[in-house]
């Protein structure tokens, strides 16, 4: 009796939910839904295919070498030179106009950021904006958080201290007359980078913030006097160096340089003509087997340049339509007698 109402109290309410008694629909895979529910996909996902193979094959892409290896290379005497701000130049000719917008890129290979103590070698406070974290940074940041004489660095860490510093200017030469191309690096960073992620202490002027303190070891100049001629562009919120602290996934990448100011004769890209690169070389790759590369690109809706993605909905867009050929062939041959 006692075991009889114990299980009368434990059971469920009698109602559709509990019972599991609701109205439910449940598909029946029959071969007249598969098949061509495959072959609707197939053909979706290769005219997709297509639209991205093309556009990504109608972007302009010029990308010039100057890691100086060889004695051909303009900067191979740079490339094997001590010496700091080595100058040279590249020299390239473009037969029509490279339609804008145009986007200037330095690119590096067999370089990896993605290393998990590279990346984590770095004090968020610090570049937060934090003082407190400016005499005493984190450890995090070994061996690049002190100096020699026990001074703190700031910024701190392998990711700053790395951080690329060749130089460009871009000029054209129209009957004889060189003129310079303007250049644009305002923007060039992440958003949320220079407004949420990384912060310059709130002390004018910056330069105070920054007492007591020395540059990392392998900088030319303070980040209080990355750009001399911007005094907004200074600091932690200096858009080069945001956007070299962005880590890339893998070892070959480029980062964006500047972009063309679209304006005057550059209004709809670089126009035909003869244009030269001039080049402050200070960054060693040679010491890692390394590369160094100029990019000049376009864009397009779906972005830069990428085939992959197009070639991935072709290769998939094909095995659906494939696949239901072959499901095709094996129900009509293999069909039981009721599904006629």
């Known amino acids: ?26 598909p029946i895979l029959s071969a007249g839904i598969v098949i061509p529910g495959f072959v609707l996909i197939g053909l979706a996902f290769i005219g997709i295919g297509v639209a991205l193979l093309v556009t990504s094959r109608s972007i302009q892409v010029l990308e010039l070498d100057y890691t100086g290896d060889g004695n051909g290379s303009p900067c191979s005497s740079c490339s094997q030179s001590t010496t700091v701000n080595c100058k040279c130049s590249l020299n390239f000719t473009l037969d029509t106009l490279f339609q804008g917008p145009v986007f200037f890129y330095y690119g590096l290979s067999n370089y990896f950021q993605n290393y998990r103590r590279y990346g984590a070698s770095k004090d968020d406070n610090q570049l937060y904006g934090d003082l407190s974290y400016f005499t005493s940074p984190s450890s995090s940041c070994s061996p690049y958080d002190y100096d020699g004489s026990k001074n703190p660095i700031v910024p701190c860490g392998s990711i700053a201290n790395s951080m690329f510093n060749d130089t460009f200017t871009l000029t054209r030469t129209v009957s004889g007359k060189t003129d310079s191309v303007p250049l644009d690096g305002k923007g060039i960073a992440w958003w949320t980078d220079y407004n949420v992620k990384y912060r310059n202490p709130s002390v004018t002027p910056l330069k105070n913030a920054f007492n007591g303190t020395v540059k990392p070891i392998d900088w030319a100049k303070p980040a209080y006097e990355l750009d001399t001629s911007d005094a907004s562009n200074n600091g932690f919120v200096n858009q080069d160096f945001l956007v070299w602290m962005r880590r890339a996934a893998l070892p070959n990448f480029r980062k964006l340089y500047r972009r063309i100011d679209a304006s005057g004769d550059y209004q709809n890209g670089l126009p035909a003509g003869n244009y030269t690169i001039d080049i402050t070389y200070n960054y060693p ?6 590369a160094k590369k100029v990019v000049f690109s376009n864009v397009s809706w779906m972005g830069g340049k990428n085939e992959f993605l197009g070639i991935a909905y072709l290769v998939i867009g094909s095995l ?21």
């Open 285 to 290: 790759v040679r010491v890692f087997n390394g």
């Open 1 to 26: 009796m006692v075991k009889q109402e114990s299980e009368s109290a434990n059971r469920p309410d009698n109602t559709a939910f509990t019972q599991q008694r609701l109205p439910a629909w449940q």
């Open 320 to 340: 659906c339509v494939v696949m239901s050929v072959v499901m095709l062939i094996v129900y009509a041959k293999f069909k039981f007698p009721d599904e006629e």
